[in-house]
């Protein structure tokens, strides 16, 4: 995940572990 740091431009709040992961396998 992104940590506390959340993602360039707000798009992924911070500590978004598992919520990264699915929209990972959306995009595969």
């Known amino acids: 995940g992104y940590g506390a740091r959340g993602a ?7 500590n978004t572990d598992l919520i990264f992961d699915v929209e ?4 595969k």
């Open 8 to 14: 360039p431009g707000g798009s992924i709040p911070p």
């Open 24 to 27: 990972l396998l959306g995009v």
